[in-house]
């Protein structure tokens, strides 16, 4: 099964994304998840700071610059990672290197367009 690992963190986190530990415990990461052979896709978010929010109202597009919602924690990045069953799944988001400071979800992938099973 496909799950995604969508990490949230705060502003202050993305911040403070060049800091050198917290990139090699990432490559780390990353490394082990494709050893294990269950790493599909993943990436780093940029800032909320850098977003564009496009949305449809009365038949009109709305661009919005910014983080446009209005929450404490953004989404940073996502990895996609197919693995046996939920448990495996979450067993991976807790050796996330930002699954200290920051929020893990986890959540099953449906198998619309190219992820299929």
Do not use: C
Request: hydrophobic share 45%.
């Amino acid at each position: 099964m496909k799950y995604a690992l969508l990490v949230h963190q705060s502003q202050e986190h993305f911040d403070r994304r060049n800091d050198k530990a917290a990139v090699a415990a990432g490559r780390a990461y990353a490394e082990a998840l494709q050893a294990a052979g269950v790493f599909v896709a993943g990436a780093g978010l940029d800032s909320p700071r850098n977003a564009t929010t496009v949305s449809i109202r009365d038949g009109k597009r709305q661009v919005h610059d910014g983080p446009y919602a209005e929450t404490k924690e953004f989404l940073a990045g996502f990895g996609i990672i197919d693995v046996p069953n939920l448990d495996a799944a979450l067993e991976w988001a807790a050796r996330h290197p930002a699954a200290g400071f920051a929020s893990i979800e986890v959540r099953p992938l449906l198998g619309f367009g190219s992820a299929k099973a």
